[in-house]
């Protein structure tokens, strides 16, 4: 356990649904990225956070894709008008930009199913 | 933008024997290397890093890897593996924002 926690850990929808993922970093971590990973592939970058600002996002990630970490803390991943192809397990990660710089420690994962 | 290779999909290897799983990278900057491990069912672990300073990096369960400047490679070793070694690997390069991954190695250690 890595200290970074995800919610739901499994979620199931059906295409045309919105949802929405949490990720709880380990508290004093300023950093947080959002992952994809499909079966048989390395993670996906999606998107970074310092401290509430959004620093970066992939071209991967859609307008239908948006992601907040409003105080800073926690952040939601929402997905809307989901797609089959949007099945993945969703990873979030954390770190500080200080100190152990770039080691970026991961949540177990929100696995996410569109029927 | 920087990307990484993993040359072996899959590593089938007996018990206690010693295992090597290769990485390149590519990249137009310095960067930082990673290799993490994914167990079913779980997230990934972080086994070693290399930030600086010397390229032999030691990390957790008895994994090892080599900074490769010349060859821009971070190849993973184990002298003997266990059956509980038995997971997916990832190596990853950091320009010190975005994290790269490779598509992984599944390590399979047979009794």
């Known amino acids: 356990d890595t200290g970074v926690s995800q919610n739901p850990r499994h979620k199931i929808t059906k295409r045309g649904q919105n949802v929405t993922f949490r990720c709880d970093p380990i508290s004093e971590h300023n950093r947080l990225y959002w992952y994809r990973q499909t079966l048989g592939q390395g993670p996906e970058f999606l998107t970074y956070?310092?401290?509430?600002?959004?620093?970066?996002k992939s071209r991967l990630l859609s307008d239908r894709f948006s992601a907040e970490r409003p105080k800073g803390s926690f952040s939601t991943l929402e997905i809307q008008r989901t797609e089959q192809g949007d099945s993945a397990m969703y990873l979030c990660?954390?770190?500080?930009?200080?100190?152990?710089?770039?080691?970026?420690?991961f949540g177990p994962g929100t696995r996410l199913t569109v029927l | 933008a920087q990307s990484v290779t993993q040359l072996d999909s899959q590593v089938p290897v007996f018990e206690e024997a010693p295992v090597e799983l290769r990485c390149n990278y590519s990249?137009?900057?310095?960067?930082?290397l990673f290799w993490y491990v994914q167990y079913p069912n779980q997230g990934l672990q972080l086994l070693l890093k290399y930030l600086s300073g010397s390229t032999l990096v030691k990390g957790i369960n008895g994994f090892e890897a080599e900074f490769n400047k010349s060859q821009t490679s971070f190849h993973l070793r184990k002298p003997s593996v266990h059956i509980s070694d038995t997971a997916e690997y990832f190596c990853?390069?950091?320009?010190?924002?975005?994290?790269?991954f490779g598509a992984g190695t599944r390590l399979t250690v047979k009794p």
């Open positions: 956070f310092q401290n509430e600002a959004q620093l970066e």
């Open positions: 990660a954390t770190g500080t930009s200080g100190g152990n710089t770039d080691t970026q420690y």
């Open positions: 990249s137009s900057v310095s960067v930082y």
């Open positions: 990853a390069v950091s320009d010190r924002i975005d994290m790269r």
